[in-house]
């Protein structure tokens, strides 16, 4: 039925050329005028048979061009038809009345030779997907808009061309719609997404599936665009090539996976859906030795007392040996975990080979796409921070940020503060992922303190006292080096990381930490005179430590440092300048110099009593 309406409607301007022969037979006026309009039509008659019988066997058919030329060429038709037909009866007042001059027919002319003209165009583009070649030449109809007929041409070689030619057509897609917002929007209103998602879906070979990820990358620019691709059913395809690609394929999936997850909510967490987090964290593992037996493990409590070593810096050869050694003391726990992860070696035992063969930098670069993909994914999702940690996720990201610096390491460790973000607002995840006897969560609390102790880099400590912050709660009461560790970077040259240690100090010290009283006792130990020094630098460093002076206030307000440092004054002046539109922060300075003004009147109320 569909076919058989497609044809309908393409035949309907060869109708309207029949009835304009016939009317050219009767015409007694204007009957040069009305041949030569005749000799035009049975052209264009001839081309719109031929595009017919081209349209109607080709299975493949990109329709888009067809229907917008077959539509003008209908309207350029029925004005000719007009115009012939006035022509049928004599007379001088006849001729007055229905034809005003000459010029009619000069303005149908110039209309049927523009049909004439697209419909060459289209026969040659026809022509080029049939024997090869890209036709990019300009019809009459794209004069208002000539990059049109480059994307129909360009579509058309990818729905129906050669592989080379839809190759290089994807390419050209692709560099169309870099940087322009215009092409993007006409290459997805001409129907271009669907022939691109299925040069990658074939797999003809991995430069067609790398042009094809590359143009659905450019276009994935905004969230209509990336609901074209889900509706296209894009997202499974996508899935699908990242199981089994080679290498140089999966990096631009992989980017793609990230651009839609960005643009679009509901594609995030469609591709969690359709298990895109699996193949990214086994990608992510390769050349990564994972091995999460207990054996010999310590604690996340004797990780962090291990930092108490002075923050000495464990030498990489240190590091190396004592890896060596747990390997040689559990060689039935080794076996069993290779270079590659279990789900690695299922997913790309057929072309591992070709993968152990694949150049460093090629592999480095999927590694980077592939995390930036997760970090992507996780981002406010605790549906696909949950999925990461059901996989080898955690460790992975944990041994990577050890190993790797750059763009790999960075976003390993964002993927880090994604998923403890997402544990610090949900209880569920974090007891589960987190638990102190887990081998994935002590890796990645070893490597959070070691960035903040170790690395000299602003970003990468404001990330890792970010993740050390959402997970405060985890922390038992004896463990001190940890709150130690963040009072130490109080004193950081760079406001922002100081900023940030304050914003995590206040999460281990807020009321709703159940263990804030004793962390709050660490805290004020050390952590009061550069909390004080914070607190005349910009808004947004004094508003986060007046937040914790509160809370030490509320829970030590007995504390000798607070009142060496004068808290009860600093709080009083403090008061009179928060603006109005924070009452939360005023009410909370004013439970806070009452605490203050009780302990210092020799006054020892309940330490919940907040107000008289």
Not at 12 to 37: G, H, M, N, T, W
Not at 357 to 366: A, H, I, R, T
Not at 425 to 434: E, K, P, V
Request: charged share 25%.
């Amino acid at each position: 039925m569909a076919e058989e309406k497609r044809i309908e409607e393409l035949s309907f301007p060869i109708l309207l050329a029949e009835q304009i022969r016939k009317a050219v037979e009767e015409a007694e006026l204007f009957k040069v005028e009305c041949s030569d309009v005749g000799k035009q039509v049975e052209r264009l008659s001839q081309m719109l048979r031929f595009a017919i019988r081209f349209a109607t066997s080709t299975p493949s058919l990109y329709e888009r061009p067809v229907r917008c030329i077959f539509f003008d060429v209908t309207k350029n038709l029925e004005r000719a038809l007009t115009l012939v037909r006035k022509c049928k009866h004599s007379g001088l007042l006849s001729c007055v009345v229905t034809i005003t001059s000459a010029t009619d027919f000069r303005k149908s002319f110039n209309l049927l030779d523009a049909s004439i003209g697209d419909m060459k165009w289209l026969l040659s583009i026809f022509d080029s997907v049939t024997s090869g070649g890209i036709e990019v030449s300009l019809p009459p109809i794209a004069n208002n808009d000539p990059i049109l007929p480059w994307v129909w041409s360009f579509v058309a070689s990818i729905q129906m061309g050669p592989l080379p030619d839809r190759v290089e057509a994807a390419n050209q897609l692709a560099l169309l719609a870099i940087d322009n917002d215009r092409n993007k929007k006409i290459i997805g209103e001409e129907g271009g997404i669907p022939p691109l998602l299925r040069l990658l879906k074939e797999g003809a070979s991995p430069d067609a599936q790398i042009a094809a990820a590359t143009a659905l990358l450019n276009l994935a620019t905004n969230q209509e665009r990336v609901r074209i691709i889900a509706r296209e059913l894009g997202i499974p395809v996508i899935v699908q090539v990242l199981f089994d690609s080679s290498m140089r394929v999966q990096i631009g999936v992989a980017n793609l996976v990230a651009r839609m997850a960005e643009h679009d909510p509901d594609a995030q967490e469609e591709f969690a859906r359709e298990n895109a987090i699996r193949p990214l964290v086994s990608l992510l593992s390769i050349d990564v030795f994972l091995d999460e037996t207990n054996h010999e493990k310590p604690s996340i409590q004797s990780i962090v007392q291990n930092h108490k070593q002075k923050g000495q810096k464990p030498s990489t050869t240190t590091t190396t040996t004592t890896q060596s050694q747990n390997h040689s003391t559990d060689s039935r726990s080794s076996s069993s975990s290779s270079l590659y992860n279990s789900d690695a070696i299922a997913l790309y035992g057929h072309q591992r080979k070709d993968r152990e063969n694949e150049k460093p930098e090629v592999k480095l670069q999927l590694k980077i796409s592939c995390a930036k993909a997760l970090w992507v994914l996780s981002n406010g999702s605790v549906s696909n921070s949950r999925r990461i940690t059901e996989t080898k996720g955690l460790l992975c990201l944990a041994k990577l940020i050890e190993k790797e610096q750059g763009e790999l390491q960075e976003h390993c460790l964002m993927t880090v503060v994604e998923i403890t973000a997402a544990a610090e607002s949900n209880a569920d995840l974090r007891h589960a992922a987190f638990k102190t006897n887990s081998p994935p969560a002590k890796a990645v609390v070893e490597q959070l303190l070691r960035v903040i102790g170790e690395v000299s880099t602003p970003s990468l400590q404001i990330a890792a006292i970010k993740s050390i912050g959402s997970l405060a709660r985890i922390f038992p009461a004896r463990e001190t080096r940890v709150i130690r560790l963040l009072v130490t970077q109080l004193n950081n040259r760079n406001n922002e990381v100081a900023t940030e240690a304050v914003i995590a100090l206040g999460k281990f010290a807020c009321p709703e930490n159940f263990l804030c009283v004793e962390h709050s006792k660490t805290i004020v130990v050390d952590g009061v005179p550069p909390l004080m020094k914070l607190l005349r630098t910009n808004e947004w460093s004094q508003f986060h430590g007046l937040t914790l002076l509160c809370y030490l206030a509320l829970h030590v307000g007995n504390s000798e440092a607070l009142e060496r440092a004068r808290a009860l004054t600093v709080l009083e002046g403090a008061v009179r300048s928060v603006p109005a539109q924070n009452p939360s922060l005023k009410e909370l300075i004013s439970k806070a110099m009452y605490r203050l003004e009780v302990y210092r009147s020799g006054i020892h109320p309940h330490r919940h009593s907040y107000a008289p």
